[in-house]
């Protein structure tokens, strides 16, 4: 079968379906389990202070200045951080504060905005996969009625000649845009990170123009773009990043996990697992795309590590972001979903070397962006304080702060839920020592100006939604219960939004 879109054969979702994700020998000792429920109610403790933090001082803002304590509209006024906490403060069983959250997000009226353009892919990602994840664990119909109504508008986006979507839309003009004014691009994860969400808006809705206009841009992206060696895409499913939503066609950027691009193959994996199986392009797809990741994107450092940088058939360019972090969490659990230990073995190598951008500084707090020397090049190309910086880390820092990022907390998380180790519970409660020291203030957590110095280099007065969304719900759910929304039983959305797993799919809404 082709990247066609045509669902999968009867045998092969029976043979997928018997293969579990989660661990069934998590240690059952009693020290260890008081151990595990002192983490969890420290970390939802400090969860519920910055949320009354919050709720204090900018309650129904998209976001908090936690240094300022100012209000921040970011995200259309629309109350990104309530919506985006909505599911954390849910599992965490803060009932007061889901009810209060649940009275706020019933007033929202998504048909008017602060004056400025959704970007499309945030607006889904934090808006409409949080409000569907509420729903989905509340049983409150406030939040599907919400969610529905914000993925009408936001569908309006995706009437374009290919079916990709405009990278910003004005609900209120109907206006499509890209970041950077009235162009027509837009870059791979911003045009592959609707799939998992709007298949499951339309499941409970019963309404496939959400999930067809997702899968729409698999069509346009496929018959647009034919690989070719010597050419800008030249490996089958490493997708350079940016693309004319007009024409479909990719115009530059060279294929990586990090920003731009790593939602996109997350999505392939994920919208397949939620899909019960069924949706045998994207498994297709993700087939193709880890070959060419593996040959082209990893390398060995000179510190023996896996890492992950920017490249295909043409090269290497070895740089790299805490976004691509991610990958060994998503890689892990593919390997799980299809039974592949060789999978499981590279993420394993991967997370090592994501574990040790955190796990080499003082703060035991990652950077932003890094870079890394391949094994076996020369450094004639660094200056030397990155010599110096691969010499004493095993990789060079590029930008040294950090905003209080989920993805290598995420990874660790997957590795400790589907191997039930121990020692991947103590790293992330190492990190979680790092962060509460270096970046807790009154008002909740700030971002970190460079993690080799720690808190006396300065904090940085940014508090995004996923900070509520991601990081402290992966932090606390890996010393929760493990059957706490059991790997076996959800799937994560890129913004940490779990979709209930166990929902058949016959083909049809």
């Known amino acids: 079968m082709g990247l066609n879109g045509h669902m999968a054969r009867q045998r092969d979702v029976i043979s997928f379906s018997k293969n579990r994700v989660q661990a069934t020998n998590f240690t059952q000792s009693n020290d260890l389990k008081k151990l595990h429920s002192s983490r969890a109610a420290d970390v939802r403790n400090e969860f519920k202070r910055m949320w009354d933090a919050y709720s204090k001082y900018a309650f129904g803002a998209d976001e908090i200045n936690p240094l300022t304590k100012e209000a921040v509209t970011s995200r259309n006024g629309w109350g990104a951080t309530i919506i985006d906490a909505l ?33 499309v892919f945030e607006t889904n990602i934090r808006y409409i996969g949080g409000l569907i994840s509420a729903y989905e664990l509340s049983g409150d119909k406030m939040f599907l009625k919400q969610a529905t109504s914000l993925a009408d508008n936001m569908l309006e986006a995706f009437d374009t000649p290919t079916g990709i979507p405009w990278q910003m839309w004005d609900v209120q003009t109907s206006k499509g845009s890209s970041e950077n004014g009235p162009s027509t691009y837009n870059n791979l994860a911003e045009v592959g990170t609707y799939q998992l969400e709007f298949f499951r808006l339309s499941q409970l809705t019963h309404d496939p123009s959400y999930h067809k206009a997702a899968q729409r841009v698999y069509d346009a992206l496929l018959a647009n773009n034919e690989p070719q060696k010597g050419t800008l895409y030249s490996v089958p499913g490493l997708y350079p990043i940016f693309l004319d939503i007009n024409t479909g066609k990719f115009f530059s950027g060279k294929p990586n996990l990090g920003g731009g691009s790593d939602s996109f193959y997350e999505y392939l994996i994920k919208t397949w697992a939620l899909s019960d199986f069924k949706l045998q392009r994207n498994l297709d797809m993700w087939k193709q795309s880890f070959a060419g990741l593996k040959k082209y994107v990893m390398s060995r450092g000179t510190d023996k590590g896996l890492y992950m940088g920017v490249g295909d058939d043409e090269g290497l360019d070895s740089i790299s972001d805490t976004f691509t972090c991610f990958f060994p969490g998503t890689l892990a659990l593919a390997s799980r979903l299809l039974d592949d230990d060789d999978a499981m073995d590279i993420a394993h190598q991967l997370l090592m070397s994501s574990y040790g951008t955190f796990e080499r500084m003082p703060t035991h707090i990652g950077p932003e962006n890094f870079g890394f020397l391949p094994d076996g090049d020369d450094d004639s190309d660094l200056n030397s304080n990155q010599r110096a910086e691969i010499k004493k880390y095993g990789f060079y820092l590029d930008r040294p702060y950090y905003l209080m990022r989920p993805e290598v907390i995420e990874s660790i998380f997957y590795f400790y839920r589907i191997t039930g180790d121990e020692r991947y519970a103590n790293w992330v409660w190492k990190i979680w020592e790092g962060i509460k020291e270096n970046c807790a203030v009154e008002a909740g957590y700030a971002g970190l100006r460079d993690v080799r110095i720690g808190r006396d280099g300065g904090l940085i007065g940014k508090q995004e939604s996923f900070v509520f969304a991601e990081t402290f719900k992966y932090i606390y759910l890996t010393f929760a219960e493990p059957n706490v929304i059991s790997l076996d039983e959800y799937v994560f959305s890129t913004e940490g939004h779990p979709f209930k797993r166990l929902n058949s799919f016959n083909g049809t809404f």
């Not at 403060?89 to 353009?117: C, R, T, W």
Request: hydrophobic fraction near 30%.
């Open 87 to 119: 599911d954390t403060i849910y599992i965490m069983g803060l009932d007061k504060e889901f009810k209060d959250a649940s009275q706020f997000v019933k007033k929202v009226d998504f048909d008017h905005n602060d004056g400025e353009p959704s970007k």
